[in-house]
């Protein structure tokens, strides 16, 4: 008998709690054992779920001390308390599923030291991807391979968004429905801002390579700079923009980034649309693959948070050691994180000509610095224009330089947008 002790009944614990009762038998079947929902704490009931019969308490640390809980599935979210609500349930020597992408992130260090010593799993599937199992998929379907790249779509909520500015959209009013349909964060600057996304990219490159998790490291940029004419632009010049969580592993270390990106309309990855996220794992032996699939709600969630209860009540009734590490690699290779400016890649480039006669200036600091325009096209726009320029590829130390002596003359109105082309 597996006793399963639930923290938080918000989106994903009610999907998880409903889960659990719609999909028994299936369940019953898979784990050749009985098991019960033990006890929930929650700051509020949720009207989604039926909890007739059920122990509720208002206290979440209940939980974590009731000695009938095995595993403890910690569904609060944000970092503090969640951080000592899941130490403590260790300490109590509970096995830990979260969905908990930023205290995995930033504590999750000091949460698998602490579960060694204590022999408990901490299960995380559910905080990448949503429904898509892609750390198991990296963890144990890859584990062959050498990874080289990681390309991931891996926030939903910015996906909805930058998928429906299409339809010509603003940003504030599909962000709006995006927390109506329980995608976004209670905070969503950390979706806009791709903080979000720099949690799930931290973990995913810890497993692929075997590297601490180095959320402190990974350069983050959000949706801010994105407007409506860039979204119509990159779709004539054949791009559709994504969000992306990119690292690429190269010979004196690993890239690791979060940022638009203009995708080529033949890429799979562009067209992954909607909540939808999508994940390419190159590797030596397998080549390219893509994981595709929901990436944020209820159930979609709540289908990853039962896979890991399913993961740790087999291990447990087995009385097995699970001898799978917890971030996949039983020893951490040391390797440098590469500073932005030293990535070679296209560029997107949107600002404000004064006048049509600066045309020249403009290419003759590009042509002074080496770099090679692809694409250049002008509109009117009242008493001044809008230029819009792709780039042959050139390195972001580069583009620094050309964007600072742009920005100081007087020939430029207000900043230049700068989106990376990911043509590769
Ligand atoms: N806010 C997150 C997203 C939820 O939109 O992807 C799932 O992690």
């Not at 992954?272 to 929901?294: P, Q």
């Not at 949107?350 to 090679?372: A, D, E, P, Q």
């Amino acid at each position: 008998m597996i006793r399963i002790g639930i923290c938080g009944l918000g989106t994903v614990g009610g999907g998880t709690f409903n889960l659990l009762k719609k999909n028994y038998n299936e369940i019953f079947r898979r784990i050749g054992s009985q098991f019960i929902i033990e006890q929930i704490g929650t700051r509020s009931d949720n009207p989604i779920c039926n909890l007739t019969g059920i122990k509720v308490t208002r206290n979440i640390f209940e939980v974590v001390r009731n000695p009938n809980v095995d595993v403890v599935v910690e569904l609060i979210g944000g970092c503090n308390i969640a951080r000592k609500l899941v130490l403590e349930a260790i300490n109590n020597k509970k096995h830990v599923v979260t969905a908990n992408k930023a205290m995995i992130a930033i504590h999750g260090k000091e949460i698998f030291c602490a579960a060694k010593k204590r022999g408990v799993m901490v299960a995380f599937e559910a905080a990448v991807a949503g429904g898509i199992p892609i750390i198991k998929c990296i963890r144990e379907g890859l584990c062959a391979n050498r990874i080289y790249s990681i390309a991931g779509i891996i926030n939903g909520t910015v996906n909805y968004i930058l998928t429906n500015m299409k339809k010509g959209i603003s940003c504030e009013n599909i962000l709006n429905q995006a927390k109506l349909l329980g995608y976004a964060e209670e905070d969503p600057t950390l979706d806009l801002e791709g903080t979000d996304t720099a949690h799930k990219l931290t973990i995913l490159a810890a497993i692929a390579y075997g590297i601490p998790l180095h959320f402190e490291k990974i350069y983050i940029e959000g949706i801010g700079c994105i407007n409506l004419t860039d979204v119509k632009k990159a779709d004539k010049l054949g791009y559709n923009i994504k969000h992306l969580g990119l690292s690429k592993r190269k010979k004196t270390g690993i890239e690791l980034r979060v940022h638009p990106v203009l995708l080529p309309k033949n890429r799979l990855l562009s067209n992954v649309h909607g909540v939808t996220n999508a994940i390419e794992i190159n590797g030596d032996a397998v080549g390219s693959t893509l994981f595709y699939g929901i990436g944020a709600g209820s159930e979609p969630t709540a289908s990853a948070i039962i896979s890991d209860l399913l993961d740790v009540s087999r291990n447990k009734l087995t009385e097995h050691i699970n001898r799978t590490p917890y971030l996949a690699f039983s020893t951490m290779a040391t390797v440098s994180i590469l500073p932005i400016d030293q990535v070679i890649t296209d560029y997107y480039l949107r600002f404000m000509l004064i006048s049509f006669n600066m045309i020249g200036h403009v290419v003759n600091i590009f042509y002074k610095l080496g770099i090679r325009i692809k694409h250049l096209l002008l509109k009117k726009q009242e008493s001044s224009f809008v230029i819009i320029l792709l780039t042959y590829s050139t390195k972001e130390a580069n583009m620094n330089l050309a964007i600072g002596k742009l920005e100081s003359t007087n020939v430029i109105l207000g900043h230049i947008t700068r989106v990376r082309v990911e043509n590769v």
